[in-house]
C-alpha cells in the first residue's frame, strides 16, 4: 500500500455545532444528500471506480500478474522458513471444510455417469450437439452425436438420505519451500511475477511446476490474472508451438469466464453467452473449445425448464405433463457450483418433507411463551421444515425471542451470523456473550463453535436460525442445509434489500420467489430518523429526513481530491468531537477499491493521519485497522499485532491469526474504507459514505442500502454525484444473476398452500 495524499483536517465539517459553514459544505443539514451541490468537476477524478469484482471487494488482492512482488519480502523480520504456522484457526478449519466438500462433489460427480440431462425440452442445432457431448463423456465415450432423444419428464425425486459430513479435519500447512521455489523457476523462465509462486503452487496442487509447464495457461486458475497475461506466459515457455486455437487455451478460457461469472454472482451461464464470451477473447472455435472443457469434465451443461408466466405445471407422471412441450434454456456452469445447488435443492426438500404433520409438545410451549411477531414465526417454525423471515436491524429481535423460547423448552437451538460482529449484536438481544447460543457461519461450518455432532455427523441441533441470510452463498448454504438431522427446521432470516453474496448464488431470493416456503414479513420498523431513511432507500425514496441530534449529515464536495479531504477531516475530527465515536468505531464505505476515492486512496491517508508508520511488514503496522480475508467471498476486520518469522500477526473479532508472509498480500487490506461488499453483515457507531463523481454510474439501490445500513448512530455522507444518487435509489435494482436453484426447487417442494 502505497502512501499517498493530504490528511489534513481543515474546517469542521458535521459536527454538532455546525462551524463548517465557512467553508461553504453546508454539514449540518439534516437533509438527505438528492441534489445537494452543483458543479462536481469530473475532470479532476482520475482514477476509475472498480467495480462487479467481488472477489476483491471480499478482501481477495486484485493484483494482476504483472503487478510488482509481494511486499511482505521487504520484511526482514517475517522472513522464514515456508508454511510454519500455528495451531489451525478457525478459519483454516473453515478451508477444511470445504475441502471435505469438495470430495462430496467428487463422489457425486461418479454418481452422474450416465445420468440424463433434467428439465428437458426440444433442443436442435449446437445446443443439442453440446448436449449429446456430455452424455457420451459421462456414460463413458467420447463419440458424439448431433442429436439426441427428448428426455422423459423427471419425476418428483423422494428426499434423499442426508449427507453425513465428517468432522473437519486441520487444514494442511502452506506449499512447501522445495514446491514454491520449483514454480518461482517456471514462473521466472515466463516472465510471470516470483509472487505468485504460492498462489499458484496452492491452486496447482503437488507437481505444481511440471503441470504449469506443461499447460502454461493453467496460470488463469489464480486470481488476478488476466487472459492477455497467460497469453504472454505462454508464449515465453511454448514458443512458435503457442498458438490461439491451441486446446489447452480454449479450455482455459472458458473455465476462467465461468470462474468470472461466479465472481460476479452467477452459478452458470446462458450457453449463447458463453460461446460469444469466447469469440470476444480471439477463441478460433468457441464451439470446439467448449466441448473439449466438457470431455475434460471441467464443466457441465444443463437445460432447464424455463417458467412462463401464468403457467400451471402439470401433475408428475399425467399424460398432459408428458404431452406439453416445454420450453428450457441451456447453461454452462462449473461443477462445484451446479453440483452445490443440486445439494441444496436435495437437502432442502429433505428438511421439508421431514417435519411431523403434528406440532410435538416442545414447540407448542415455545409458541405458548412468544407474543406477537414472533409468535407468528414461531407457529410458522412449528410446522414446517424451512421458514423465511424478512425484517431489517430491529427484527432480529423476533428470531432472538424464538431462540430463548425453544431453548427454554428444551429444544436444542442455535443461531449463526454472517460477521463475528452480527453475532455479538444478536447475542445481545439474548443477553448472552457470543459462542453459546450464537456463532457464525464460518464457525459452526469448521466446528469452532456450535452444539457439535452426532454419531452419524448431522448437527445435532433441532433448530438452525441463520441471520444475514442474503449473504449465504450457494455452497456455503448447501453445506449448512445437508448438515441438518431429519425432522430440524431451518430459519433463514435477513434484509431482502441489502447486497447479495460476495460468493455464487441468490439464495435467499431465490427462495423467497418459490411457492410453498412459509415467509413472515416483521413489522417491526428500524428506529429513529437514520432507520426512516434507510426504509424508504428500500422502497425505493431518498425521503428527507428530520435529524435534530445530526444523525444524518451531508458534505457536498466538488471533486475527488476535496472528499478523500473531507472523508479524513470527519473520521480523525469532526465526528469523535461531535459525537463522542472515536476513530477506531468509525467505517467509511467508497463503491471501489480503484480511483481516486476509492479504499486503496482512502486508506492510504487514513493510515497516515492515525496511524503513521513505515509499511515494514508487508505495507503494515502494529496498530492498522485491517480486514482478513481467510477464504474467498469472506472478510473478518481486526488490526495489525505484530509481524515476525512467522508472519503477519492479527487480532480479528479477539481471535489471534497468524498470516504466513507469502499470503498477506493476497489475503489482508487495510480496514479504515471498505467497500459495500466488505463491510455487509456489520454496524458501527458511526459510518462516512463516500461517494465521488466518478461513482455516479455504479451506485444502485441495494448498494446505496446497505452503506447507509451500516451507521447505528451516526452518517455522514460526503456526497459528490449530484442527481445521480436520488437515480440509483429510484431506478437502479440488483443486477440479475443466474442460478439454477428456483428451477431445481419448484419440482422438489410441495406446492403452496
Not at 520484511?75 to 470430495?103: C, F, H, Y
Not at 451443461?301 to 400451471?312: I, M, N, S, T, Y
Not at 444478536?426 to 469452532?448: C, D, I, K, Q
Not at 480479528?652 to 487490506?669: D, K, Q, T, Y
Request: aromatic letters at 2%; a negative charge.
Amino acid at each position: 500500500m502505497r502512501e499517498t495524499g493530504d490528511g489534513g483536517a481543515g474546517a469542521d465539517a458535521g459536527d454538532a455545532e455546525g462551524d463548517g459553514g465557512t467553508d461553504g459544505a453546508g454539514a449540518s443539514a439534516p437533509t438527505p444528500p438528492a441534489g445537494a451541490t452543483e458543479g462536481t468537476d469530473a475532470a479532476s477524478e482520475t482514477g476509475e471506480v472498480e467495480t462487479g469484482d467481488r472477489a476483491a471487494e471480499a478482501g481477495v488482492s486484485d493484483r494482476s500478474a504483472s503487478a510488482e512482488g509481494t511486499g511482505a519480502d521487504a520484511d526482514a523480520g517475517a522472513s522464514g522458513p515456508a508454511g510454519s504456522t500455528p495451531a489451525p484457526s478457525e478459519a483454516e478449519a473453515e478451508l477444511a471444510a470445504q475441502r471435505v466438500e469438495r470430495e462430496r462433489i467428487a463422489r457425486r460427480r461418479a454418481e452422474r455417469q450416465g445420468r440424463p440431462v433434467e428439465s428437458g425440452g426440444k433442443l436442435s442445432g449446437k445446443a443439442a450437439d453440446l448436449l449429446a457431448a456430455v452424455r457420451a463423456v459421462e456414460s463413458g465415450d467420447r463419440a458424439t452425436a448431433p442429436s439426441f432423444a427428448e428426455p422423459a419428464p423427471a419425476p418428483r425425486r423422494p428426499a434423499p438420505e442426508p449427507v453425513r459430513r465428517p468432522e473437519p479435519v486441520p487444514a494442511v500447512a502452506a506449499p512447501d519451500a522445495e514446491t514454491v521455489g520449483a514454480v518461482r523457476a517456471v514462473l521466472t523462465e515466463g516472465g510471470a511475477p516470483e509472487a505468485l509462486a504460492a498462489q499458484v503452487a496452492a491452486a496447482l496442487g503437488d507437481g505444481a511446476e511440471d503441470a504449469l509447464r506443461a499447460d502454461p495457461w493453467q496460470l488463469l486458475r489464480v486470481a488476478g490474472v488476466r487472459p492477455e497475461q497467460a497469453d504472454g506466459f505462454a508464449r515465453a515457455l511454448l514458443g512458435a508451438e503457442c498458438r490461439p486455437d491451441d486446446e489447452r487455451r480454449g479450455r482455459a478460457l472458458t473455465v476462467w469466464l465461468l470462474e468470472q461469472a461466479a465472481v460476479a454472482g452467477h452459478t452458470a451461464l446462458d450457453l449463447p453467452a458463453l460461446i460469444e464470451a469466447l469469440g470476444k477473447r480471439a477463441v478460433p472455435d468457441p464451439d470446439e473449445a467448449l466441448q473439449s472443457t466438457l470431455a475434460e469434465g471441467d464443466a457441465l451443461v444443463f437445460q432447464d425448464a424455463l417458467e412462463e408466466p401464468g403457467a400451471q405445471p402439470a401433475a408428475a407422471g399425467t399424460d398432459e405433463e408428458d404431452e406439453q412441450e416445454v420450453p428450457v434454456r441451456v447453461l454452462a456452469g462449473l461443477e462445484r457450483y451446479a453440483l452445490a445447488e443440486e445439494s441444496l435443492a436435495d437437502a432442502l426438500a429433505r428438511l421439508v418433507n421431514s417435519v411431523p404433520k403434528e406440532t410435538e409438545e416442545p414447540w407448542e410451549a415455545a409458541v405458548a411463551a412468544l407474543t406477537r411477531g414472533a409468535a407468528d414465526l414461531a407457529r410458522q417454525v412449528a410446522g414446517h421444515g424451512l421458514v423465511l423471515h424478512t425484517g431489517g436491524e430491529a427484527a432480529r429481535a423476533e428470531p432472538a425471542a424464538l431462540l430463548g423460547a425453544a431453548r427454554a423448552a428444551g429444544l436444542r437451538a442455535f443461531a449463526v451470523c454472517h460477521t463475528p460482529d452480527g453475532a455479538r449484536r444478536f447475542a445481545a438481544h439474548l443477553g448472552e456473550e457470543p459462542g453459546g447460543a450464537v456463532g457464525t457461519v464460518a464457525g459452526l461450518l469448521s466446528g469452532a463453535s456450535g452444539p457439535g455432532r452426532d454419531a452419524e455427523g448431522a448437527l445435532d441441533l433441532d433448530l438452525l436460525i441463520v441471520l444475514d441470510a442474503p449473504q449465504l452463498d450457494v455452497e456455503a448454504a448447501a453445506m449448512l442445509a445437508e448438515s441438518l438431522p431429519d425432522g430440524a427446521r431451518v430459519v433463514l432470516s435477513g434484509d431482502p434489500a441489502v447486497l447479495w453474496s460476495a460468493g455464487p448464488g441468490r439464495v435467499f431470493a431465490d427462495l423467497l420467489a418459490v411457492p410453498g416456503c412459509p415467509q413472515v414479513a416483521s413489522r417491526v420498523p428500524d428506529p429513529g430518523p437514520l432507520g426512516e431513511l434507510v426504509s424508504g432507500i428500500g422502497v425505493g425514496e431518498l425521503v428527507q429526513v428530520e435529524a435534530p441530534g445530526k444523525e444524518i449529515v451531508i458534505v457536498p464536495v466538488r471533486d475527488a481530491g476535496e472528499a478523500v479531504h473531507r472523508t479524513v477531516q470527519l473520521v480523525a475530527d469532526s465526528v469523535p468531537r461531535a459525537f463522542g465515536v472515536p476513530p477506531e468505531e468509525t467505517v467509511v464505505i467508497t463503491p471501489g477499491h480503484g480511483g481516486a476515492a476509492g479504499t486503496r486512496a482512502l486508506n492510504t491517508v487514513l493510515k497516515e493521519r492515525l496511524n503513521p508508520g513505515p509499511g515494514r511488514f508487508g505495507g503494515f503496522d502494529p496498530g492498522d485497522r485491517i480486514v482478513h480475508s481467510p477464504a474467498p467471498g469472506r472478510t473478518v476486520p481486526g488490526h495489525v499485532v505484530r509481524a515476525d518469522a512467522e508472519g503477519l500477526h492479527l487480532e480479528c473479532a479477539g481471535v489471534p491469526v497468524v498470516v504466513p508472509r507469502e499470503l498477506v498480500e493476497s489475503r489482508v487490506r487495510h480496514g479504515w474504507a471498505l467497500t459495500a461488499h466488505q463491510a455487509v453483515g456489520g454496524r458501527w457507531p458511526a459510518a462516512v459514505v463516500v461517494l465521488p463523481g466518478d461513482a455516479a454510474d455504479v451506485l444502485t439501490r441495494p448498494w446505496v442500502y446497505t452503506a447507509f445500513g451500516r451507521a447505528a448512530r451516526h452518517l455522514s455522507v460526503v456526497h459528490g454525484v449530484e442527481q445521480a444518487l436520488p437515480r440509483a435509489v429510484a431506478e437502479s435494482v440488483a443486477k440479475p444473476r443466474t442460478t439454477r436453484l428456483r428451477t431445481l426447487l419448484r419440482v422438489q417442494l410441495p406446492p403452496a398452500g
